[in-house]
């Protein structure tokens, strides 16, 4: 079962966070070429949003090449999702990371500081995705 959890305080619209978190378990190897989604319809019922939201979700996941139809059955990850994925997946960390680092530089922080929280953080755990 795919687990998705919307945030209501995020500014992105609902059918770009279903599409985000579905990349996010493809490149974590959650979901593994092959396997289906979940129906719209499925999908929508678990999330309690519009089937038009999933839709337009699994539509530009289609578009990336990240999902293709199944004659029949439904969408199923691509053989090429996890390699695209896992690069997007980096250039989201690495924008949120440059943002962070603007802010420290803002605030006046010497490389070698940032370095040290990076590394803190990190070994706490605290470096996770949310």
Same mark, same amino acid.
């Given at each position: 079962m795919l687990l998705i959890h919307l945030n209501t305080t995020d500014e992105r619209p609902i059918y770009t966070q279903i599409a985000d978190q579905v990349k996010f378990a493809i490149a974590s190897g959650i979901l593994t070429p092959g396997v289906? #989604? !979940?129906s719209v319809r499925e999908l929508s019922k678990?999330? #309690? #949003?519009? !089937?038009?939201? *999933?839709?337009?979700?699994?539509?530009?996941?289609?578009? %990336?090449?990240?999902?293709? !139809? #199944?004659?029949?059955?439904?969408? %199923?990850?691509?053989?090429?999702?996890?390699?695209?994925?896992?690069?997007?997946?980096?250039?989201? *960390?690495?924008?949120?990371?440059?943002?962070?680092?603007?802010?420290?530089?803002?605030?006046?922080?010497?490389p070698q500081e940032i370095e040290q929280i990076l590394r803190e953080e990190w070994s706490n755990g605290n470096g996770r995705a949310e």
């Open positions: 289906l #989604v !979940p678990q999330l #309690v #949003v519009n !089937p038009n939201t *999933v839709a337009r979700a699994y539509r530009e996941l289609q578009s %990336q090449r990240l999902l293709e !139809p #199944v004659r029949g059955t439904g969408l %199923q990850i691509s053989e090429s999702a996890p390699d695209l994925c896992r690069t997007d997946r980096r250039e989201y *960390v690495r924008r949120r990371l440059r943002l962070a680092i603007e802010e420290a530089r803002r605030s006046e922080l010497d």
